[in-house]
């Protein structure tokens, strides 16, 4: 496994952006996906956005798609997630996930979070309206 630390959360009015970043312990960093999830209160964590370990694979959900980008520095062990024209149902706490070592997966698996072997402790993001 190994150890995330997601930054970058806060509050910030409708509209407004921010930049969530996770880094990575370990040297294996660029040999795993890695992803974004969220869990709103009352509500099941769900898929955010994804990216293969060399950053020619990325997805989204379907209702950040044009205004999130997920991107990744495998120099700086550290994954981003630039999130813009943020809504109130953005709110949630965001967190990163990293899939097993070697796990070179390109595919629909990567929006699974079964697929994920090591989790960040997350990072609140409030959109106020």
């Known amino acids: 496994q190994v150890q995330l630390v997601e930054s970058g959360g806060g509050l910030v009015q409708a509209g407004g952006s921010l930049r969530l970043s996770c880094a990575a312990s370990g040297r294996t960093f660029s040999r795993r996906g890695m992803g974004w999830f969220r869990q709103a209160p009352g509500k099941e964590r769900e898929f955010v956005a994804t990216i293969n370990w060399s950053g020619g694979y990325r997805n989204y959900q379907d209702s950040v798609k044009g205004r999130c980008t997920i991107s990744r520095d495998n120099a700086k062990n550290t994954v981003y997630l630039q999130m813009n024209s943020l809504k109130p149902e953005d709110t949630a706490v965001y967190y990163c996930?990293?899939?097993?070592?070697?796990?070179?997966?390109?595919?629909?698996?990567?929006?699974?979070?079964?697929?994920?072997?090591?989790w960040g402790q997350g990072t609140q993001v409030t959109v106020s309206s």
């Open positions: 996930a990293a899939t097993g070592d070697g796990l070179l997966y390109s595919d629909y698996r990567l929006r699974v979070p079964s697929t994920y072997t090591s």
